[in-house]
């Protein structure tokens, strides 16, 4: 079913526009060693502030994979885009020599570094999981960083229905939005509802409206004619990162 309401559409753009944040994140990186003139002279925020660089182009290339994978396209999207962001940042010599590793999680309920939970229960998950390794050495410097990116989109759906009189039912939809664990704005919701075998959108005929709370939390209100107790539901939403969850739950 959820594969019915996934939307194909291509998140490659995504991809790229995520390898081009991270490029000029490390070509930053690279300009601020230029102004110190030598690396080993430098002090040590400084060599922090590079590390975290390395470390946000990193979440950058993980986002954009996820944006891509859960917009229909393959798991492998993930590896590709690491492996295009360990080239670039394995060219980057003016420091020395650059070597850097990553490892996809692979442990349940991960598969290649990913998991997509999209099932009835009310919530829905969208995340990737990678270990990485940086080692640096020249003739001024011996670094080396290891650290982890969890990119993770959830989402909590509940439904409720009031019967307003007989065949009409007011059905109210509630969707708490989450990035990385913590409350998030969405980029777009589509609320379907299930009438017999199909699954529709509510609209003006419903009299649809959406409250949007400012936190995280939208709440979704419409009408429909039926004489069922319940009513199947599910929510498609859009982070801010272009990253697609959905969850399903039955209104009661």
């Known amino acids: 079913m959820t594969n019915s309401l996934k939307k194909a559409r291509s998140g490659q753009m995504v991809v790229v526009s995520a390898l081009v944040i991270a490029l000029i994140m490390t070509s930053t990186a690279m300009y601020i060693?230029?102004?110190?003139?030598?690396?080993?002279?430098?002090?040590?925020?400084?060599?922090?502030?590079?590390?975290?660089?390395?470390?946000?182009?990193?979440?950058?290339?993980?986002?954009?994979?996820?944006?891509?994978?859960?917009?229909?396209?393959?798991?492998?999207?993930?590896?590709?885009?690491?492996?295009r962001w360990k080239s670039t940042v394995e060219k980057q010599y003016l420091l020395g020599t650059f070597v850097q590793n990553f490892d996809l999680r692979s442990t349940t309920p991960y598969y290649s570094g990913v998991y997509v939970d999209w099932g009835n229960s009310g919530t829905g998950i969208s995340e990737a999981?990678?270990?990485?390794?940086?080692?640096?050495?020249?003739?001024?410097?011996?670094?080396?960083l290891s650290y982890n990116i969890n990119v993770s989109t959830r989402l909590n759906v509940e439904g409720f229905i009031m019967e307003i009189s007989s065949g009409i039912k007011k059905v109210t939809v509630k969707c708490t939005l989450f990035n990385d664990g913590q409350p998030a704005l969405a980029k777009s919701i589509?609320?379907?509802?299930?009438?017999s075998t199909e699954w529709l959108i509510p609209d003006d005929a419903n009299n649809y409206s959406m409250a949007d709370y400012g936190n995280g939390t939208y709440c979704a209100i419409f009408y429909v004619e039926t004489y069922a107790s319940s009513i199947g539901i599910s929510s498609q939403v859009f982070d801010k990162r272009d990253i697609l969850v959905v969850a399903n739950t039955t209104c009661t």
């Not at 590390?51 to 182009?57: A, D, M, Q």
């Not at 950058?60 to 993930?78: D, F, R, W, Y």
């Not at 589509?190 to 009438?195: A, F, G, I, P, Q």
Request: glycine fraction near 6%.
């Open 190 to 195: 589509v609320t379907y509802y299930r009438e």
């Open 129 to 144: 999981y990678v270990e990485f390794s940086l080692n640096v050495s020249g003739k001024e410097i011996e670094a080396y």
């Open 33 to 83: 060693y230029d102004l110190n003139g030598n690396f080993a002279k430098s002090n040590t925020s400084t060599l922090n502030y590079f590390f975290n660089l390395i470390k946000t182009g990193s979440k950058h290339a993980v986002v954009g994979a996820l944006a891509n994978i859960t917009n229909a396209g393959p798991n492998e999207t993930l590896s590709a885009n690491l492996n």
